[in-house]
Every structure is written in structure tokens, then in C-alpha cells.
């Protein structure tokens, strides 16, 4: 990571100095024109990937250039949540030529090229972003032709500058000022449904040592169900979460079809923890300690108070004693990913589209990333079943074994789903708070002028989001760059953005997708069928020359498409 950061840092003039402008404003960079006829683009080049490859397993069979405007998915298995899988903007379309350079010099990650309604003008680092109108956007164009991301971790901050009038809007607004912002006419406060979840997860590996112990006592199941039943979820939510937050009784969330099908979880039981992690061996408790990043988010308000609570009623219900270790967030994010985050630790999700798909699939399938170690084979199986399946009735019963099982095994333990808010000046027209968190700045606009300001939780990671699964992140990547399809404003629903339409085959097994014609890049380069190939493929297989991102991780394709191509050999 830190080798990754330094060649952006050095790309952009280093850390603390802004993207470097042209004398437009705009960042320096040259259109990439590719020469000649459109040569058609298909991947794998020496055809259809096998499905039935030992190791494999993967949904993508092959993506093909049919003709210019026109892209072929071919599928290993029907998949019913396929439109908005390739909505999320982990798979947003970059320019091909661009991407050959960029990508290898890590000069993508600071100055992307997109086909959205914004472009970066400047970042800022350590303080703020600006955003400025996309020349070359199809659309309509954006209310106001200059957005400014600013960032703060503390919500008191974020509500003062608010109120000052510095900013015109705010994400998650704390749990005690919701009632401030609605008491206030200048104010308008725009809240969201808990389409998320907080977990306190565990890394199950034998070697994964929390503090100082010589094995993991994670590794023990029993452990696992022992410490599940030994926190009070309720007190947690009741003293950290604003009004509208739930227990989780399930990990998915019960908004989303099939989340809550099946047995709830642990109810709290102090004493039957404590016999139980007595059986296991530890009658007097072990020494751990609990990992988070103290970024603000709709899941986890207060992350540092919430793991203080936790710390307490470990050790006063199971005897269980814990250091609090806290990560910069992105560090952190990487470590949770290669599985480097040990003992307990402090994280959580947000829908990225409503389907259990995305929420059991990327935290348990089979191609989920190692931060709970070691997956459990029965456990993924059920989620396969459930995921490759049309039928409700199977579905159905896939879902109830999926939730049965993650009980049992107890990888995380669901804390909440957390009520949250977005906070706008009330005369801002077109302000809302979207159930995704991907909030367009583009149909926003102040009656101030011209210049939208925002301020949310924390900086963004980087802006190539095929690699990253950071919320803030993925924001400024809604801007500025476009997939095939995106969720519609305000909702949930995968409407068609670059495509105009994807339509699958009667076996569900293809998906054939129409694009649109005369778009073009920020930096002027054409928008074809090629880019979408390209896109695609540098996530899809980690032998292509472009699999490099930022960590080259990229756990939203291996999470939501089951495996890579040419995946690693099993450590």
C-alpha cells in the first residue's frame, strides 16, 4: 500500500499539494485517440473461459465485443441480480487507452477519466476535492458546475460548519443532533433506512493472534457463540445509534428479500456465555484486543464508544480483557481484506444493491476476501444455491440454511443496522439522502449560486473504485465516472446509464448489452465497446497486464462474480 500511495502522492506534486491543473482548470490530461477501424475485443482472447476449471467456479464465462456499440456477457450460471451487480460503481467503464498508462503508473488513482456528469479539477489532499462540469457529458447537464468535497471525522464538525453556512450539505449528522437539525427552519434533515449492518468480526485462523496469546481462541467456534451470546446488542443501540436503528437479528437486513427467512440470532445471556466459554477452555477469560478506524459511518455512529461498551461487557461478562486498537481507514480496510486484522475488530456494510447476493455472498462466499480466515464449506454452498437460482422457492430455502449456518459458525457477530441522515441547508433544491449512500451531486443546487459544498466523513482512498470498498470513496467515484447501468436517483432500482439496454438469452446464461452512441470521455476519447471489455477483464483475470489498482485486491469482483480468472493457488 504505502509503495502504491507514494507513486500517487509523487503523481499529484506529494502529499498536501493539488492535482495538477491544465490552464483550463482541468487535470493534465491528454485525449487518448485510438487510430484505425474498430477491431472487435473479446476475453479471454483464446475463448470462453471453463467453467468447470478446478479452482474456478466464477460466474464470467467471457465478455466479447459483438460490434462497436454492442457487448456480450456470457455467464457460467444464471443470475438474477446480473443488471445490478454491473451497476455498482466497482464496475464503471474506464477509456482502455487511457488505462494502459494510467493504470500501470498508478496515475489513475488521483486523476480519473470518466464519462460523468463531473470531472476532477483539483484534490486537495488532507482538505478538500472540487469537482467541475464534464464538457463532454451526454446527459443533462449538472445543476451547478462546481462541487467542493470537504471531510471531517467528527460530526460535530461537520454540523458546525453546516450551520455556519460553510457547507450546504453533510452526511451522517451524529445520533444527538438529529433533533438540533429538524429544530432548526434552515435546516432540513433527510434521513435513510438502515439498509446496512455493524459486525464484530473475528479472523478464525489458528495462527491469527489477537494481543498475546500463542494460539487464536477465535479459532474455537464454541468461542465464537460464546462471546455471541455475551453481548447486550440492545444497550449498544440504545445508547449509540439515533432513533430508527435496529437490533440486528439477522446480518442481512429484513428491508432485503430473504435477509430475515430462518432462526434470529443469540439472544444476550450472560451466564450461559460464560459457562460456555468455560467449556471451551477459558474460564477466566484471554487477552485480545479490538480493531477499528474512527470513521463515521451510517452503520457504526460512534465507533470509538461502541468499542469502549464492547471492551466493558467483555470483560465483565466473560472475564475477557482487550486493548483498542485504532487504524488509519484505509490501512485498515486493506488489512481487514488480506485477512491481517486479528482478535476483534469493528466493521460493517452498506447495501451496494438490495440483494442478499450482496450482502452473504461478498462477507461468506466462496469468493469473499480472508477477513474471517478460513470459509466454511457447508456455508458456501447454500449461499451458491441461493445465489444461482431464479426460483423463490429455492431461494427461499437457500437463505434459511445460509442464516441457520452463519449462526452456527458465527464468523461476526451482526451489532446493528444503523438508522442515518443526510443534512442539507433547506434551500438547497433536489437535497435528498439515498438509500445506497450514492448521493448525485449533479441534480443538487443552492440558491447561494453556482458551487454545491459537501462535507462527509472522510477523504476518499482513491478514485479508481474497481479496487476499493471504501463508502466515501465510492461517492466521488458516482460523479465522475459511469457503469453500463446505475441505480436510479433517490432509489434502489438498476436503470441503464452507458447501455441503453441489457437483455439476457432465455436460458439467462448471456446478457447482450446495447450502448450508447457519441459519448465521449472527459478527456475526449470515445466511448466503445472496447473500454467495456477492458474494464472488465483487468478485475476479472489476475495474469492481465492491468490487474494493479491500488492493492489489486479487488474484492467486489471476486465477492460478487465468485473468483477471479487465473485465481491464486489456495495459500
Same mark, same amino acid.
Given at each position: 500500500?504505502?509503495? $502504491? ?7 499529484? /506534486?506529494?502529499?498536501?499539494?493539488s492535482?495538477s491543473p491544465s ?12 487510430s484505425g477501424?474498430?477491431?472487435?475485443? %473479446?476475453y479471454?482472447?483464446s *475463448?470462453p473461459?471453463?467453467?468447470?476449471a478446478?479452482?474456478?467456479?466464477g460466474?464470467?464465462?467471457?465478455i466479447?465485443?459483438v460490434?462497436? #456499440?454492442?457487448?456480450q ?7 438474477? %441480480? ?12 474506464q ?8 493504470m +500501470? ?10 464519462? /460523468?456528469?463531473y470531472?476532477?479539477k483539483?484534490w486537495?489532499r488532507?482538505? #478538500?476535492?472540487t469537482l ?16 467542493v468535497v470537504?471531510?471531517? %471525522?467528527?460530526?460535530?464538525?461537520r454540523?458546525?460548519?453546516l ?5 450546504d450539505? @453533510?452526511?451522517?449528522?451524529?445520533t444527538d443532533?438529529f433533533k438540533?437539525i429538524?429544530a432548526n ?9 438502515g ?6 468480526g473475528?479472523?478464525?485462523?489458528p495462527?491469527?493472534?489477537g494481543?498475546d496469546?500463542?494460539k ?7 468461542v465464537?457463540q460464546a462471546i455471541?451470546? /455475551? ?5 449498544? +443501540?440504545d445508547?449509540?445509534y ?8 439477522f ?8 435477509g ?5 440470532w &443469540? ?5 450461559a456465555a460464560?459457562?460456555?466459554l468455560a467449556?471451551? /477452555?477459558f ?7 479490538i480493531?477499528l ?5 451510517? &452503520?457504526?455512529?460512534?465507533p470509538k464508544?461502541?468499542? =469502549?461498551?464492547?471492551q ?7 472475564g475477557i480483557?482487550?486493548? @483498542?486498537?485504532v ?12 485477512g491481517?486484522l486479528?482478535?476483534?475488530y469493528?466493521? *460493517?456494510?452498506g ?9 452473504v455472498?461478498?462477507?461468506f462466499g466462496?469468493g469473499?476476501?480472508d477477513q474471517f480466515g478460513?470459509?466454511?464449506p457447508d456455508?458456501v454452498?447454500? @449461499? ?8 423463490d422457492?429455492?431461494r427461499?430455502?437457500a437463505?434459511?440454511?445460509?442464516n441457520?449456518?452463519i449462526?452456527q459458525?458465527v ?5 446493528a443496522h ?7 441547508k433547506?434551500?438547497v433544491s433536489g437535497? &435528498?439522502a439515498a438509500p445506497?449512500t450514492d448521493?448525485r451531486f449533479? $441534480?443538487?443546487?443552492?440558491a ?7 462535507? =462527509?466523513?472522510?477523504e476518499?482512498i482513491?478514485?479508481?473504485?474497481? !479496487?476499493?470498498t471504501?463508502?466515501?470513496t465510492l461517492r466521488?467515484?458516482?460523479q465522475?465516472?459511469?457503469?453500463l447501468y446505475?441505480?436510479?436517483v433517490?432509489g434502489?432500482d438498476?436503470?441503464? !446509464? ?23 470521455? %472527459? ?6 465497446a ?5 474494464s472488465?477483464?483487468l478485475?476479472?483475470d489476475?495474469? #492481465?497486464?492491468l #490487474? ?7 474484492d ?7 473468483n ?8
Amino acid at each position: 500500500m504505502f509503495t $502504491v500511495l507514494g507513486l500517487v502522492l509523487a503523481a499529484c /506534486g506529494g502529499q498536501g499539494q493539488s492535482t495538477s491543473p491544465s490552464a483550463s482548470g482541468a487535470p493534465s490530461v491528454q485525449p487518448s485517440v485510438s487510430s484505425g477501424p474498430f477491431a472487435p475485443m %473479446s476475453y479471454p482472447a483464446s *475463448g470462453p473461459a471453463d467453467c468447470k476449471a478446478k479452482g474456478y467456479n466464477g460466474e464470467m464465462k467471457e465478455i466479447k465485443a459483438v460490434d462497436e #456499440h454492442t457487448v456480450q456477457f456470457s455467464l457460467c450460471y444464471p443470475d438474477g %441480480s446480473f443488471l445490478s451487480k454491473i451497476a455498482f460503481s466497482a464496475f464503471q467503464i474506464q477509456d482502455s487507452q487511457y488505462l494502459q498508462t494510467a493504470m +500501470v503508473s498508478h496515475l489513475l488513482l488521483a486523476r480519473p477519466v470518466g464519462t /460523468g456528469p463531473y470531472m476532477l479539477k483539483e484534490w486537495q489532499r488532507g482538505d #478538500h476535492m472540487t469537482l467541475q462540469a464534464n464538457p463532454n457529458y451526454w446527459g443533462d447537464k449538472p445543476l451547478v458546475s462546481t462541487v467542493v468535497v470537504k471531510w471531517s %471525522s467528527e460530526a460535530a464538525q461537520r454540523l458546525v460548519e453546516l450551520q455556519a453556512g460553510t457547507v450546504d450539505g @453533510i452526511d451522517n449528522p451524529g445520533t444527538d443532533d438529529f433533533k438540533t437539525i429538524e429544530a432548526n427552519p434552515a435546516l432540513k434533515l433527510y434521513k435513510r433506512a438502515g439498509l446496512n449492518i455493524a459486525y464484530l468480526g473475528f479472523n478464525n485462523q489458528p495462527k491469527a493472534t489477537g494481543f498475546d496469546n500463542s494460539k487464536n481462541p477465535m479459532a474455537n467456534e464454541k468461542v465464537r457463540q460464546a462471546i455471541a451470546m /455475551g453481548i447486550d446488542r440492545k444497550r449498544i +443501540v440504545d445508547n449509540f445509534y439515533p432513533a430508527g436503528s435496529t437490533v440486528a437479528d439477522f446480518f442481512t437486513p429484513c428491508e432485503i428479500k430473504y435477509g430475515c427467512v430462518g432462526d434470529k440470532w &443469540y439472544g444476550f445471556d450472560a451466564a450461559a456465555a460464560k459457562k460456555m466459554l468455560a467449556d471451551a /477452555g477459558f474460564p477466566n477469560g484471554f487477552t485480545t484486543k479490538i480493531s477499528l478506524r474512527d470513521v463515521v459511518r451510517g &452503520y457504526l455512529p460512534d465507533p470509538k464508544s461502541v468499542a =469502549q461498551e464492547i471492551q466493558s461487557q467483555l470483560k465483565n461478562n466473560l472475564g475477557i480483557t482487550t486493548t @483498542i486498537d485504532v487504524q488509519e481507514s484505509g490501512a485498515y480496510l486493506d488489512n481487514a481484506s488480506a485477512g491481517k486484522l486479528t482478535g476483534l475488530y469493528l466493521l *460493517g456494510w452498506g447495501a451496494d444493491y438490495p440483494d442478499q447476493t450482496d450482502f452473504v455472498d461478498y462477507h461468506f462466499g466462496q469468493g469473499a476476501s480472508d477477513q474471517f480466515g478460513a470459509k466454511f464449506p457447508d456455508l458456501v454452498a447454500a @449461499i451458491q444455491k441461493g445465489a444461482q437460482s431464479a426460483d423463490d422457492a429455492v431461494r427461499t430455502s437457500a437463505y434459511t440454511e445460509v442464516n441457520k449456518l452463519i449462526k452456527q459458525h458465527v464468523p461476526m457477530i451482526p451489532l446493528a443496522h444503523g438508522a442515518s441522515a443526510t443534512a442539507f441547508k433547506a434551500d438547497v433544491s433536489g437535497a &435528498y439522502a439515498a438509500p445506497l449512500t450514492d448521493e448525485r451531486f449533479a $441534480v443538487m443546487k443552492p440558491a447561494s449560486g453556482d458551487q454545491l459544498t459537501f462535507m =462527509q466523513n472522510a477523504e476518499p482512498i482513491s478514485l479508481y473504485c474497481g !479496487d476499493e470498498t471504501d463508502g466515501e470513496t465510492l461517492r466521488l467515484c458516482e460523479q465522475i465516472n459511469q457503469g453500463l447501468y446505475t441505480y436510479k436517483v433517490g432509489g434502489t432500482d438498476a436503470v441503464p !446509464d452507458l447501455a441503453t439496454e441489457c437483455t439476457p438469452s432465455s436460458d439467462q446464461l448471456t446478457w447482450t448489452c446495447k450502448l450508447r452512441q457519441n459519448v465521449k470521455f %472527459s478527456n475526449g476519447s470515445s466511448f466503445d465497446a472496447n473500454d467495456v471489455v477492458t474494464s472488465y477483464a483487468l478485475e476479472w483475470d489476475t495474469k #492481465h497486464p492491468l #490487474h494493479i489498482g491500488r492493492t489489486a485486491a479487488f474484492d467486489y469482483w471476486k465477492g460478487l462474480f465468485g473468483n477471479f480468472l487465473n485465481p491464486a493457488p489456495p495459500a
